[in-house]
């Protein structure tokens, strides 16, 4: 497989899996993009982050799926996984709500930060549909080819013979449902939102049923402890 600018920042599990993607007419499209408003715009995540929710757990080790939307669109929050900021940003108002929950639901300490990257360890896959966008613009690389390409993600793990978790937060999450076909868990709820958190987000539990799946599937339920 040609090494394009993209390819080259997914480890080498994911890229076999989405060998075909790399190759397609849209995702080369996709790609001359990417690379040019990396070359010409502030663009977030950092280069190297655009695939760290890929790169921080196999496919195959992939046990819950969180989908979000693209990535945070101010100076230096993104670092590739949906709904988490870099240490030593203040949070956003989402994540702070995800923390509420985290906190009334599973009993989570007091974070000091917003890096879910302990989560994404242990094979929480933090995905959002669009992977980049452009500095104080939000939604900037929509409709570009990165929903084509993380649609495709969604239907690869769907298609796994082990039962997998998936958490589909608000309209544009749950609109993902159709693309996961077998014995898949699906929790559905508003999205952490301030604007609909409070609709049913807010007490969904998601965190502690999620865990209760895990350990009926006898797989290592996941430590939602932000450290």
């Not at 240490?87 to 989402?94: F, H, M």
Request: aromatic share 10%.
């Amino acid at each position: 497989m040609k090494t394009t600018y993209l390819r080259s920042r997914v480890n080498e599990k994911w890229a076999n899996l989405l060998s075909s993607e790399f190759e397609s007419d849209y995702f080369k499209k996709l790609n001359d993009f990417i690379r040019e408003e990396y070359g010409n715009s502030s663009i977030f995540p950092d280069k190297k982050d655009i695939f760290s929710a890929f790169n921080y757990c196999d496919p195959d080790k992939v046990k819950v799926i969180i989908i979000g939307q693209d990535p945070y669109h101010n100076n230096q929050q993104a670092n590739g996984l949906a709904f988490s900021v870099n240490k030593g940003i203040q949070l956003p108002p989402s994540l702070k709500n995800i923390i509420k929950e985290l906190k009334s639901d599973v009993g989570i300490s007091e974070p000091m930060h917003g890096d879910l990257s302990h989560w994404a360890q242990q094979g929480v896959f933090l995905l959002n549909t669009c992977l980049t966008v452009k500095a104080h613009e939000p939604l900037s690389h929509q409709n570009k080819g990165w929903e084509l390409f993380t649609d495709v993600v969604i239907q690869k793990l769907s298609n796994r013979s082990d039962d997998l978790v998936f958490l589909l937060w608000g309209k544009k999450a749950e609109s993902k449902a159709k693309l996961i076909v077998g014995n898949h868990s699906i929790l559905k709820s508003h999205h952490p939102s301030p604007l609909s958190a409070y609709r049913g987000f807010l007490g969904c539990r998601h965190f502690s049923k999620t865990n209760q799946i895990l350990n009926e599937l006898n797989k290592t339920p996941i430590d939602w402890e932000i450290i």
